[in-house]
């Protein structure tokens, strides 16, 4: 299984982060299958920020519950990640994953203006 995250490296205070994970050697809806969105600040530890299961149920972290969207695109093989009104503090690796097992090498985010 190979999970790779895309998208923009840098985004502005405030706006949008959107990021993809493309999956190949499985499918995204493939029975008991999990998939997340993990993050390591630099220097910090990693952090689970939500899940999307292989019905289509999402699962956030309560703390980045208000600001997070997970969701899938079957066609593509693909779930996305959406965080909203970012600052600086959510400049980041960003890692998708199957339940943990399998990851992508990771995108870095850098919030910045």
């Known amino acids: 299984v190979q999970l790779q995250e895309s998208g923009p490296g840098l985004v502005k205070p405030s706006q949008t982060l959107s990021l993809s994970c493309t999956v190949s050697g499985a499918t995204i809806t493939a029975t008991y299958t999990g998939w997340s969105w993990i993050r390591q600040p630099p220097g910090k530890g990693l952090e689970w920020m939500g899940a999307?299961?292989?019905?289509?149920?999402?699962f956030y972290s309560p703390s980045l519950k208000s600001r997070t969207s997970i969701s899938r695109d079957t066609s593509k093989n693909q779930f996305t990640l959406q965080l909203s009104s970012v600052t600086p503090e959510d400049t980041a690796m960003y890692y998708c994953?199957?339940?943990?097992?399998?990851w992508g090498k990771g995108t870095l985010v850098t919030v910045s203006s």
């Open positions: 999307i299961l292989w019905t289509g149920t999402t």
């Open positions: 994953s199957l339940w943990g097992e399998f």
